[in-house]
């Protein structure tokens, strides 16, 4: 959020904060999250433009930036009740089973089993 508030957030709840969940019930009929820390990587570019404007201009000083805000910001030019967006999203989600948008990781192998590596580390 921001320094005046007294909370904090991750991007997936800042996603559902701003208003993500609420335009996946529109899709879907039922609220969900639309990824994990989406709201990350769009803060970070906002951050990144401040901070080429800052050196730009040559000035300094405590850059504050509400996550949420700036989520609901990047969403803005979208009209979402319209249901064109939307409904290419819905697309590529109902065809990401079949014909995943990109390759899945499989695991190298098994993660040790809790408490495995004590001995070592305590």
């Not at 820390?37 to 901070?51: K, Q, R, S, T, V």
């Amino acid at each position: 959020y921001s320094r005046d508030q007294n909370r904090i957030g991750y991007g997936d709840d800042i996603g559902v904060s701003a208003g993500l969940s609420g335009i996946m019930n529109n899709v879907y009929g039922y609220p969900s999250f639309v990824g994990d820390a989406i709201a990350d990587p769009i803060n970070g570019l906002h951050l990144a433009l401040i901070l080429q404007a800052s050196l730009h201009k040559r000035i300094g000083g405590i850059i504050d930036l509400n996550m949420c805000e700036v989520l609901r910001y990047a969403m803005g030019e979208y009209d979402f009740a319209n249901g064109g967006v939307l409904e290419g999203w819905k697309s590529i989600s109902d065809n990401d089973a079949d014909n995943p948008l990109y390759e899945m990781r499989v695991a190298s192998g098994q993660a040790k089993g809790l408490g495995a590596d004590n001995s070592v580390w305590l």
